[in-house]
C-alpha cells in the first residue's frame, strides 16, 4: 500500500478527503469509551481491537461501522472487508456503506463479481457510478508483458517501498525495518495543542518510524541518518545525483509554535548532501514546505528537464493532493509550483511521479483503477503530458501499487501491498516474460510485403517451434522468452529466402527486438562466367588446351553451390546432319565426364548439342573455308549460371552479404571478380586485320557479352613507336576498329562498345628512350579490352 500517504501523513485528512464516515461516539459501556479515547488518540491499532471485542460482546451497527473504519485507515485490507461486510449485513447500512463494501472488495486480490457482493441488497452495480465496473473489467483483461520478482536482498517482514538508484546501482529507499513496540500511548499526535508523542513507533502498526536505507551495490546495507532537526520519519528518496543530492519527504516532531490554535503537522519535502558513510547534511527545506498549511511529498528530480515533480494538497488544486512541479536552474533556485492540470489530478489523491523518456508516471485513486492506488502513465513530449492511461496487470493490482520507477541501467521497480509479499509494502522489479518480435519483412522498393510467405521461428539448439502471426501493418509478430537464441527463416517464392541464426534476447533489456529483413527476388538464370573449348576434326575427347578450363569451372562449381554449367556443343558442318548431332552429344557428354571427377553431380551440368546448325561463320555445307574457321565451329560453349532452376527457393549466398541484393549488376560483380577475364587482341606490324588465335578469344568475348548483359566493353587500340604519330593513330583506331567490327557482326549492341585510339602515346615499353626487341614492340601493338559493369 502507499505507506507514504496512508501510514504516517494526514490521517485526519485522509479520512475526511476519503468520504469516510467519523459518527460522533456514543459509549455504550466502559470498553466502547475505552475504545473511542484511543481511536480519538490515533492509535488505530489498539482501537480495532477493542471494537472487535465490543461486537463480540453485542452485534451493534455502530460498533461494526468503527471497525470498518478503523481498519480502513490502518489499510488493513482482509479485516476492512470482513467488516465492511459485516456493517452491509446490518438494516441500518446505507448506499454509502455499500460503496465502501464494494470498494473493499476490489482490494483483495480476488475475482470481482459486484453482482454477487451485491445479491439481496437493494443496489446493483448501477446504482454505483463512481465505481466504472466495465471500465474495471477491461483492465482485469489487460495484462502486460510482465512478472514481478520481489527483491529479496532488500524487502523485509516490515514495509518497503519508494526506490531511487544511481549510475553504480547503488540502491535508496524507504524501511520501517526495525522492531515493533508493543504500547498503548499513541505515537503521535497531530495536532501542536495536545503535544502529545511517541518517540518509538507509528501509529498504524506499533512498528519504528520510516527511515531511508541505502544498499550499495557490493550488497552492504545502511541507514541513513538526516540532520533535519526534529524529523520522526523519511521516505520517497529521489536522487539528483549531478550534485551528490537526495531529495526526500519528512514528517518532523513540531512541539512548539507561536501560533495558538490547533492544526495537523504536514508532511515536508527536504533535500540534502550525500556523504560516503550514508549521512545526510547540510539539509535544506523545499521551499514550497509549508507544514502547518499543507502537505509537501513524494518528490521526483527530473534533471533532464530540470524539474521537481512533487505531490500537495497545497490550497488551489483539483482536490486531494495533486501532482506540481518547479523548475531549477544550477543554483538549486527554485521557480513557482505549475499543477499538473486536471488530465493528470483528480478530487482524489495523485502522488509518487517519475518521468523517463517519453513517458511520464504517477500513482492515482481517482483515476478508474483496479483498487487502491494504481499507477499510470502518460507520453511526454517538450514538458508536456497527455491524458494518462492504467498500466493494467501486473503493474496494478486491488491493492496498492505506486512509485514505478526506471533506473539508469533501464531496470524498473514499483512498490505494492499486494498478497504474496515478503511483508506489508515490498520493492518488485519487473521482468519481461517475453520479448516481443517485430519484424518487417520488405521488398526491394522498401514497402513491406502484405502478401503470404513462409516463415519458421525455433529456438536453438531444441526443435521448438515459436509461433508467428501477422499485425494489422503486415509485420511478423511472435513472443520470444528472455535470455535465449533464435534463428528465423522466410521465404517466399521466386525471392531469396532468409535465415537469420543471430536473433538473441539475451542481455536485452528493451521489451521490443525491431529487425527488418529485405526479400530480393532471385535473378534467375544470372550468366556468371562463359568459356569455349575445342575439339579436333571428328573427335569428343577433351584436348589437352581445354583441361585448364574445365578445371577452372569445376573449382567455381566446388566454390558456388548455386551455380551449375550449361553445356552448347557443336560441329562443324562437315559430314552428315545426323552424324553431326550424334557427335555433339559425345562431346557434351565429354564435358559431363571431365567434370565428374570433380564429384561435380551430373543434375548440375545441363547438357544440349545443335550439331552443325549454330555456326559461328560461313562455313557451311560445300563452302571452303580453311580448317583455322572449320576450327571455330568445333565447340563446346560453356556458360556457368547462377540461379538455374526456377522452380527452386534459394537462400541469400554468403558471398552476396554486404551486397545490395536489390541489384544484380552488384551481384555479378560478387562472384565475378576475376573470373572472367578478357583478352588483349595483338598484330602484325603495320597491320590491323585479326589473327586466326584471336577470334578464337573474340568468340569467347562474344558469348560473354551475350550472355552477360549487364556488362560493356571498353576497347583501346595501340601501336608501336615506329612511325610517325598521325599514321600511328589512324592504325590504332583501324585496330580498334576491327575488333569492335568482329564483336558488332556476332549482334552485340554497338552501345554497349566503346572504342578510342592512342596510337603511340601509351606504349608497354618505351621505345624511344632504349633499345626494344621484337617482342617488345609486338607488345606495344595491341588492342586492349576491358569490361565495365553497366549500372
Not at 480502513?72 to 456503506?97: C, L, R
Not at 524507504?174 to 515493533?180: A, D, L
Not at 502518460?378 to 526506471?406: C, K, T, V, W
Not at 592504325?731 to 596510337?759: F, H, Q
Request: hydrophobic letters at 30%; one cysteine or more; charged letters at 30%.
Amino acid at each position: 500500500m502507499d505507506q507514504t500517504t496512508k501510514k504516517y501523513f494526514l490521517v485526519l485528512f485522509l479520512v475526511m478527503a476519503g468520504g469516510l464516515v467519523h459518527l460522533p461516539l456514543k459509549a455504550q459501556n466502559s470498553l466502547l469509551r475505552y475504545a473511542e479515547k484511543q481511536y480519538e488518540l490515533e492509535n488505530y491499532s489498539h482501537a480495532a481491537s477493542l471494537y472487535e471485542e465490543a461486537y463480540e460482546r453485542r452485534a451493534r451497527y455502530s460498533t461494526a461501522l468503527m471497525a470498518a473504519n478503523t481498519y480502513q485507515i490502518m489499510q488493513d485490507y482482509d479485516n476492512t472487508f470482513k467488516w465492511w461486510k459485516t456493517v452491509v449485513g446490518h438494516e441500518e447500512s446505507t448506499k454509502e456503506d455499500y460503496s465502501n463494501f464494494l470498494r473493499s472488495a476490489l482490494r483483495l486480490d480476488e475475482d470481482f463479481n459486484p453482482q454477487e457482493l451485491l445479491a439481496g441488497s437493494l443496489y446493483s452495480e448501477f446504482d454505483f457510478p463512481e465505481l466504472d465496473f466495465n471500465k474495471i473489467r477491461e483492465l482485469k483483461k489487460k495484462k502486460s508483458n510482465v512478472k514481478l520478482v520481489s527483491l529479496k536482498d532488500i524487502n523485509s517482514k516490515a514495509s518497503d517501498y519508494s526506490m531511487t538508484s544511481d549510475q553504480e546501482d547503488n540502491k535508496y529507499f524507504t524501511s520501517n525495518r526495525g522492531g515493533i513496540y508493543q504500547s498503548e500511548k499513541p505515537s503521535v499526535r497531530l495536532d501542536a495543542k495536545n503535544n502529545i508523542f511517541s518517540e518509538e513507533k507509528s501509529d498504524f502498526n506499533d512498528m519504528e518510524y520510516y527511515g531511508l536505507y541505502r544498499y550499495t551495490s557490493d550488497g552492504e546495507f545502511i541507514k541513513m541518518s538526516s540532520d533535519v532537526s526534529g524529523a520522526l520519519q523519511y521516505a520517497d528518496p529521489s536522487l539528483m545525483e549531478s550534485k551528490n543530492i537526495l531529495f526526500y519527504t519528512v514528517f518532523r516532531n513540531i512541539r512548539k509554535v507561536k501560533r495558538k490554535r490547533e492544526f495537523t503537522v504536514q508532511p515536508e519535502i527536504y533535500f540534502s548532501k550525500i556523504t560516503e558513510s550514508g549521512e545526510l547534511v547540510d539539509s535544506k527545506p523545499f521551499p514550497v514546505n509549508n507544514f502547518s498549511e499543507y502537505g509537501v511529498m513524494t518528490p521526483f528530480v527530473d534533471e533532464e528537464a530540470k524539474r521537481i515533480y512533487f505531490a500537495s494538497d497545497k490550497p488551489g488544486g483539483f482536490g486531494g493532493f495533486d501532482l506540481y512541479y518547479v523548475t531549477f536552474d544550477d543554483q538549486l533556485n527554485f521557480g513557482e509550483p505549475v499543477n499538473l492540470g486536471s488530465k493528470i489530478n483528480t478530487v482524489e489523491d495523485e502522488t509518487h511521479p517519475s518521468r523517463m523518456g517519453t513517458f511520464f508516471y504517477f500513482s492515482s485513486k481517482g483515476h478508474t483503477g483496479l483498487g487502491g492506488m494504481d499507477i499510470f502513465k502518460a507520453e511526454y513530449q517538450n514538458g508536456n503530458i497527455s491524458s494518462p492511461e492504467n498500466m493494467g496487470l501486473p503493474y496494478n493490482s486491488g491493492r496498492d501499487d505506486f512509485a514505478f520507477y526506471i533506473s539508469p541501467k533501464g531496470k524498473r521497480y514499483i512498490s505494492s501491498d499486494r498478497s504474496g509479499g515478503m511483508g506489508m509494502d515490498d520493492i518488485y522489479l519487473l521482468e519481461d516474460l517475453h520479448k516481443r518480435l517485430i519484424a518487417r519483412v520488405i521488398d526491394c522498393d522498401g514497402n513491406i510485403i502484405s502478401e503470404e510467405f513462409e516463415s519458421t521461428l525455433t529456438e536453438k539448439n531444441t526443435s521448438t517451434k515459436i509461433p508467428t502471426t501477422r499485425s494489422d501493418e503486415a509485420e511478423l509478430l511472435a513472443d520470444l522468452d528472455p535470455e535465449k537464441d533464435f534463428s528465423l527463416s522466410i521465404s517466399k517464392k521466386g525471392y531469396f529466402s532468409i535465415q537469420d541464426d543471430e536473433l538473441s534476447t539475451v542481455g536485452m533489456e528493451e521489451e521490443v527486438l525491431e529487425k527488418e529483413y529485405r526479400l530480393a527476388a532471385i535473378p534467375y538464370n544470372m550468366a556468371v562466367y562463359v568459356d569455349i573449348v575445342y575439339y579436333d576434326l571428328d573427335k569428343s575427347i577433351i584436348r589437352t588446351d581445354a583441361a585448364p578450363t574445365l578445371d577452372k569451372i569445376a573449382s567455381l562449381m566446388q566454390q558456388y553451390e548455386f551455380v551449375d554449367l550449361l553445356v552448347g556443343s557443336h560441329t562443324d558442318a562437315r559430314a552428315s546432319k545426323e552424324y553431326n548431332d550424334a557427335l555433339s552429344q559425345r562431346r557434351a557428354d565429354a564435358v559431363s565426364e571431365y567434370l565428374s571427377k570433380y564429384n561435380i553431380p551430373k543434375e548440375r551440368v545441363k547438357l544440349d548439342w545443335y550439331g552443325e546448325e549454330h555456326h559461328v561463320n560461313d562455313c557451311g555445307d560445300g563452302v571452303p573455308c580453311p580448317e583455322s574457321e572449320h576450327q571455330l565451329n568445333r565447340r563446346s560453349e560453356l556458360v556457368l549460371e547462377a540461379f538455374s532452376d526456377k522452380n527452386k527457393t534459394y537462400e541469400l549466398p554468403k558471398e552476396f552479404m554486404g551486397r545490395d541484393i536489390c541489384d544484380p549488376t552488384d551481384l555479378f560483380e560478387a562472384l565475378n571478380a576475376e573470373i572472367n577475364d578478357v583478352p588483349t587482341v595483338y598484330f602484325d606490324f603495320d597491320k590491323s586485320n585479326l589473327r586466326s588465335v584471336h577470334k578464337k578469344e573474340l568468340e569467347r568475348v562474344s558469348l560473354l557479352l551475350q550472355r552477360l548483359v549487364n556488362l560493356q566493353l571498353n576497347i583501346t587500340g595501340h601501336t608501336d613507336q615506329r612511325g610517325n604519330e598521325a599514321y600511328n593513330m589512324q592504325l590504332s583506331e583501324r585496330r580498334a576498329k576491327t575488333v569492335m567490327d568482329y564483336l558488332t557482326n556476332k549482334g552485340i549492341d554497338p552501345k554497349r562498345l566503346k572504342s578510342e585510339w592512342l596510337g603511340k602515346t601509351r606504349p608497354i615499353h618505351d621505345c624511344n628512350t632504349a633499345d626494344c626487341t621484337e617482342v617488345m614492340h609486338q607488345l606495344n601493338r595491341r588492342t586492349e579490352l576491358q569490361l565495365k559493369n553497366n549500372k
